[in-house]
């Protein structure tokens, strides 16, 4: 059994899969999925940017992701480009707990996709609310639960009325090392497709003279879903900086 965390890089471990850590985040991450009813694959570089902030009297964490697609084109081939820029803010609520972190705010999706079915075309708005339990300093724990829906943009394209849900843990080994789960279920109320992964992978985080870093790898099965295009497998990888 794993022990509790025991010099500063332990403990830095424990926070380091905080989303709504107190500190400045640069996350270099990808997903690369093969896809349901074909033989086909998907890729996803996400690159995101989180910065905590004071507004209205409270505190804020603000995350952006800037990703970089790779999808099917239809035609036998693949199209690659930005895809739809997504941003949200998380209102940071005192729980009376500093191991319990609990957020909820608006979020944008932009529609800057440089090719039609590397994105949706459509500005959607919705919410993010997140949660993260750290009072174990062995096994941390929370979710992340997006919604968004279409508001304006090309009329000839589908509606968006998504929601995401990806519930974490994380289990401390010790000498910075984890073992992590953090697959993104997802739901499309347009159509009732649906995708449920799971993940079991490795992380290790390291502390630098000036900042955190996580490494990690994750493969992730497709337990259930509804609709061709979904994930059926896949991996999620990436290297994250805490400032």
Known sequence: MAAPPANAQESSAAQANNP???????NFQN???????????????????????????????MRATVPV???P????????GLGDVNIFAAYLLDTGNPALSFGIGP??????????????????????????NASSPTFQYGY????????AGDDDRADVNVAAFQPFGFYQLGQGWYLRS???????????????????GVGKVTKLDRAVMNAFIEP??????????????????GINFQY
């Open 20 to 26: 709504l850590a107190n500190s400045t985040a640069m």
């Open 31 to 61: 997903q690369y999925n093969q896809l349901t009813g074909s033989d086909d694959h998907a890729n996803q570089f996400l690159l995101r940017y989180a910065r905590p902030f004071k507004a209205f009297g409270g505190d804020w964490l």
């Open 69 to 71: 697609n790779t999808f």
């Open 73 to 80: 084109d239809g035609a036998g081939s693949h199209n690659t």
């Open 107 to 132: 979020q944008i999706t932009l529609p800057t996709a440089t090719d039609d079915n590397l994105g949706s075309e459509k500005w959607s708005l919705g919410f993010a609310n997140v949660l993260f």
């Open 144 to 151: 992340l639960l997006t919604w968004q829906a279409s508001v």
């Open 182 to 200: 953090a697959g993104v279920w997802t739901y499309d109320f347009e159509t009732d497709n649906y995708a449920i992964p799971v993940g079991f």
């Open 220 to 237: 992730q099965w497709t337990v259930d879903h509804k609709g061709d295009g979904q994930p059926d497998w896949g991996v999620f990888a």
